[in-house]
């Protein structure tokens, strides 16, 4: 089974430096873009892979990057920025990978802006991922040595600088456009759209933000063209997928699976089942701002739209699995206060709606529920739904929640306290 | 224009705009927090939220924010659809969750948008159970209260005061649902533009300190039209009254001035109607070297009408008293003996730019068409401090360039979030020119402080840059680039302005900037001048024939055998120097002095009449486009105060003339006015005259829930005392009357609709949002340029002789508090004052061994300034500055040449 963008990771040994790596074959797919590629080429061959966005929202990259203003007229000044605010809960992924094969992540970076015409290249880091922070720091030395970054890089004539951002630490910064405001100084309120990042994005000029797993992906479809990318998928997707899994499971942990592959044989073959004495309830599949699934939906593939027509989201596709003796409405508190707290307090609904269902499911945890707080979650169900919020911030941390009441809503009407 | 379906009812409506202000300016009501008309759509509370339609066969339709949609033709949408109307009273509801409740003892209670928006949505029972979020409140200063656990987070506070208005010291902190509108830490809020706060704000957040320290709910506060006396440009007031004191300022929309907001200087500057040093009653010196005692009235007036009959008086008049006040002064003394109380070189400043403006082609800009231009280039004047509101109009004309860009991204204009993220760079350009740093210089594509001289050669060449047949000043070649730059980047826009004024004293620099707006006009481009004048009705009294000036009166004392001189609205030392202003009045028999203020002046005068202010007396200015405006008083005078005219018109009476400035009425006053001065003819037509009735009802100043009429005075009398005859104004004194939008605006007490209490109720009283009132703009333009006129270019003077060794310029600083006479008598004002000082640079200060604070003697003429020094880095090189109006410069003429004698 291929597994490209974790074939050089040792979990447990320090990541490939830049002659490991190079001796892997990494920075090859670089040479062969620079010297063999123009950049519309190059992402041809990306538009052909019909790569997807691993960050969760699985917008198809190719088409992304075609809204970049290019040639000869276009801007001077355009920035290719790698999310690596990676916050969600129940998700590592991008984690892995720059810890495990930093120099992987620096070669895509360049590779991306040589495609996009970006001679200023940002990666926006978690504020928790020191680690991180500092095997990327070292490649990006080392490949400033070695020529990879800096002006006319290998002789092409382009220019790149990378600069590594440590965010101050707020989930939001994940959404791409607070994220700009974020990079910039300001507070991290996501933009309104239209200026879509590619004609307004950091600073006023084009920029396009992707996920540290997506970027990865790009010197391989180089090296091996976009029919390879999608051979490797099982399903309508094509390459390879980091799925993960946490919970009570027997082996908690992160796995490189073709994209597609069964949700059972995730959370059976991989994670080894559940864990001695705990019973499956359901699981988030990507991180905490997805919704649930249950056993019904074991036997799809994890793949966007599969996912999305079963109500819930691929998402990073970590998946956060609930037992048998967790509370879910505890679960469900925990997640919500997560998310009031993370709200960029922009909009009403979610600003001051997510502290109430917090506080409603304490309520109810604690056994002191009323009839009515049924009825308030669902009403925030509905009104903190995509297109009623500034941004998908709240529908993304109600989806958890509006999914629990539809699955396991006796466990919520146990917390109404008699009388009530 | 566009047709949108809102309820099945079919609107013609501007597709330029959003569904938000379509519906508003539909009459349709609907509720919204974070947009405002002036600071746009952000998206941010979610409160407009309407049912939005594919097409006809859409049943389902989908939730949209009206502010956030353009009203596209064919758009189909519902109010009234259930989904929409429970998702904003859920938005109210969410809103609620951490707010206080406090309606009884908030100051907003009653005029306040929330409590509207919250009865207009229909939520009312509090479902959330759990504790709220309490926050701590700042001191900001004298101006404005602080109270964030009202706070709904609609974020208008913040966009308002830094995007809006450039200020820094105002911020977002913390975030989700912990997010605080305040400072860094407690201190004044430091833009000048704060006041703005209390309206900007939906509720009780920032509130008005001044009205808090002596409160009345808006119910109760008696109200009038009325026009701002703090600086040139005219602004609309609505002052607000109880128990005879004014109480606040609110902004009273007019869309070709003020719009919607005021400055700080204008909202807080009536403390003087009640300030410690106001005149309060008649005083008059009964003796040779005797103290001045309080008369009454009559006999005050029986004095004047006295000495008026004897016929040796000189009159002079004043540029901060109406039309009407100048006008029956002038008739009481006659035409040849009636001067301008302005001294000669500020009078020839106002008088050569009444000239340009009557005499070039360039018309006179308002603030509207301030905002609307897409270059500006400001030449001499410190526009923040002579002219706030003009530089908050300046700070938004910059953004055309950005409103450009976004438009070409299909990002409408009213999509200010998308506006400010498409062009977060683009400004169009504005190039300042004046003796130091002004606050718009954030904005300025170039701000370079320079000296008068050097601003007008400047200015000349940037003139001839655009038309080469403007005399060139030969200047040298660096300063030619610069205006050549200038020059393409006024030549490129849909409409140059050149901004220029008296502010820093200089007929030359008004010369250049006229030149300038000519040689675009000559060049075919629609180019307007904006001028700053010194004084609410400066070019009203310019307009008016006068013997001379006040150096020219204090002349003819010295000389002509006058026995009576009548100063009006005026501090004679503060215009002139005491010293000066003694020797010319040696030898007059009887000194009066008729003012709202007991200066030294006035406390010298033989007779000391108080004249009412703004808040008590009707009257009409000219503001600096030349636009006649018609403020009406709120309360009555103080007992033994009248209005200047008045008293003149007493005294006239008492000596039995009967001439028309000599009747009972004011539009009698104003008519004889308009009669006798050619350029003034047309102020009458400046507001409805005083007989005007609507359904045989005069507007009423009081809201008909006024309570407690008939106890105000039960501590005296158990009878309601009869309402105050008001023979001058086209308002009822009380609460009976008409009240609607039918009210001419120039007539229009106050704002309020039914669903509607606060000043947001405005959108009910506008033909679209943001538009004209529903009766058309209030006032009148006097003056008309001469659009056919070839320019007549000002030549550029020779360049002064270099001055003696130790000779410097000194130059004027204006400052938006203190510079202006009344507003610096509010207390809250005063607070904000700074402390006399003389301005160096610090190299200079170095070179003269003082430091910061250090005293330093500075002779100019024959005077010697003793002030501490203020170090300023920003003035030109080896200039000094010196602020005006502050006590220690008075008569000062400047700019000026002085040296530092010591030490």
Known sequence: MDTPLTANIRPGEPPPDRRAYEAAGGYRALRKALHDMDPEQVLDELKASRLRGRGGAGFPTGMKWNFIPRGDDAPADKYLIVNADEMEPGTFKDRHLMEGDPHQVIESVIVGAYTIGARHAYIFLRDEYRLCGARLGRAIA??????????????????????????????????????????????????????????????????????????????????????????????????????????????????????????????EEHAGGMADGYRFRGLLPGGASTGFLVEEHLDLPMDFDPIQKAGSRLGTGALIVLDDRTSVVGMLRNLEHFFAQESCGWCTPCRDGLPWTERILAALEAGRGRAEDLEVLEMHCRFLGMGKTFCAHAPGAVMPLQTALQYFREDFRRGIADGH | MAEIVVDGKRYAVDPARNLLEACLGAGLDLPYFCWHPALRSVGACRQCAVKQYKDETDTRGKLVMACMVPARDGTILSIADDEARAFRASVVEWLMIGHPHDCPVCEEGGECHLQDMTVMTGHAYRRHRFPKRTHRNQDLGPFIGHEMNRCIACYRCVRFYREYAGGTDLDAFGAHHYVYFGRREDGVLESEFSGNLAEVCPTGVFTDKTLARSYTRKWDLTSAPSVCVHCSLGCNTFPNERYGEVRRILNRYHEQINGYFLCDRGRFGYGFVKGDRRLRAPRMRRTVGGAPSPISPGEAAGYLSEWLKDGRAIGIGSPRASLESNHALKAAVGAERFYRGVPAHQDALVGAILDIQRNGPAPAASLADAEAADAVLVLGEDV????????????????????????????????????????????????????????????????????????ARLGFAV??????????????????????????????????????????????????????????????????????????????????????????????????????????????????????????????????????????????????????????????????????????????????????????????????????????????????????????????????????RIAGMAVARQPHRMSGRTAMHADRTVFEPAPPADPDTPLSPSMEGYYGPRAAPAALPFLWAPGWNSEQSLNKFQQEIGGPLLGGPAGVRLIDPQPEAGPPYFRPRPAAPAPADGDRPVLPLHHVFGSEELSAEAPAVRERCPAPYVALRPEDAERLGVGDGGRLALAIGDRTLELPVALKADLPPGAVGVPVGLPGTEGLVLPARGRVVTP
């Open chain 1, 142 to 267: 080392e490949a400033e040595d070695a020529g990879y970054l800096g002006r006319d890089i290998l002789g092409s004539g382009f220019d790149l600088t990378i600069r590594l951002h440590t965010s101050a630490g707020r989930y939001i910064c994940g959404e791409e456009t607070a994220l700009l405001n974020a990079l910039e100084g300001k507070r991290p309120i996501p933009r309104e759209k239209p200026p879509f990042p590619q004609a307004s994005g950091l600073w006023g000029r084009p920029s396009v933000v992707n996920n540290v797993e997506t970027l990865c992906n790009l010197p391989h479809i180089v090296l091996n063209g976009a029919q390879w990318f999608r051979d490797l998928g099982r399903g309508e997707d094509g390459g390879t997928k980091l799925y993960g899994a946490s919970g009570r499971v027997k082996n908690p942990a992160l796995w490189e699976l073709p994209m597609g592959t069964p949700v059972r044989e995730i959370l």
């Open chain 2, 384 to 455: 923040p401090n002579t002219a706030p509101r003009l530089a908050l109009a300046l700070r938004q004309s910059v953004r055309h360039a950005a409103w450009r860009k976004a438009e070409a991204a299909m990002v409408p204009r009213w999509q200010d979030k998308g506006v400010r993220e498409t062009a977060p760079h683009d400004y169009s350009p504005l190039y300042i020119a004046a003796p130091a740093a002004t606050r718009l210089d954030d904005v300025a594509a170039e701000s370079r402080p320079a000296l008068p001289d050097a601003i």
């Open chain 2, 463 to 692: 003139a001839h840059a655009i038309d080469p047949e403007a005399p060139d000043p030969e200047p040298p070649a660096d300063l030619r680039r610069r205006a050549e730059a200038i020059a393409e980047a006024l030549m490129q826009a849909d409409r140059p302005l050149v901004v220029s004024g008296t502010g820093c004293g200089s007929l030359a620099v008004i010369q250049a900037a006229a030149n300038v707006a000519w040689a675009l006009c000559r060049r075919g481009r629609a180019a307007r001048l904006c001028h700053v004048l010194p004084a609410c009705n400066s070019a009203g009294l310019g307009l008016m024939q006068a013997a001379g000036s006040l150096d020219d009166a204090l002349a003819r004392l010295r000389s002509d055998g006058v026995r009576l001189v009548i100063a009006l609205e005026g501090d004679l030392d503060r215009l002139a120097g005491r010293a000066a202003v003694e020797a010319a009045l040696a030898g007059v028999a009887h000194v009066v002095a008729i003012d709202h203020l007991h200066h030294d002046f006035a406390a010298r005068a033989d007779l000391a009449l108080p004249a009412a202010t703004f808040a008590e007396a009707a009257g009409t200015f000219v503001n600096n486009e030349g636009r006649a405006q018609r403020f009406f008083h709120v309360h009555e005078p103080l007992a033994g105060a009248r209005a200047g005219w008045r008293w003149l018109r007493d005294a006239m009476a008492l000596a039995g003339r009967n001439e028309p400035a000599g009747r009972a009425r004011l539009d009698d006053v104003t008519a004889a006015c308009a009669a006798a001065e050619p350029p003034l003819a047309r102020i009458g037509e400046a507001a409805p005259p005083a007989d005007a």
